[in-house]
């Protein structure tokens, strides 16, 4: 089983950046496309950004594209999540989540707890 352990959130300012880190453990962490999800209180959760296993392709939400980016270092059973630019809208807790294939965000099999992302407007 895979476990996943995000890190890296807090209070940022508009415009400031964010680096969110995922931690897998598991042997089988390079066999999982990965991606990231968000979710404020009140609202559903949402699809912010997504991985190939091998990290050659991603995926993002139109209203992060420009302004998040996400890779992966099998090496390591890392993925990470660079945030530009932040805007209040981002305000939620991010959660990373492991699945078979990147884009299709309904099929991810495992999620981490979350972290707290704050954004001061």
């Known amino acids: 089983q895979l476990r996943l352990v995000e890190s890296g959130g807090g209070l940022v300012q508009i415009g400031g950046s964010l680096r969110l880190s995922c931690a897998a453990s598991g042997l089988t962490f390079r066999a999982y496309a990965m991606g990231w999800f968000r979710q404020a209180p009140g609202k559903e959760r949402e699809f912010v950004a997504a991985?190939?296993?091998?990290?050659?392709?991603?995926n993002y939400a139109d209203s992060v594209k420009g302004r998040f980016t996400i890779s992966r270092d099998n090496a390591k059973n890392t993925v990470y999540l660079q945030m530009n630019s932040l805007k209040p809208e981002d305000t939620a807790v991010y959660y990373c989540?492991?699945?078979?294939?990147?884009?299709?965000?309904?099929?991810?099999?495992?999620w981490g707890q979350g972290t707290q992302v704050t954004v001061s407007s």
């Open positions: 989540a492991a699945g078979p294939v990147y884009y299709r965000t309904n099929d991810y099999n495992f």
């Open positions: 991985i190939t296993r091998t990290g050659d392709n991603t």
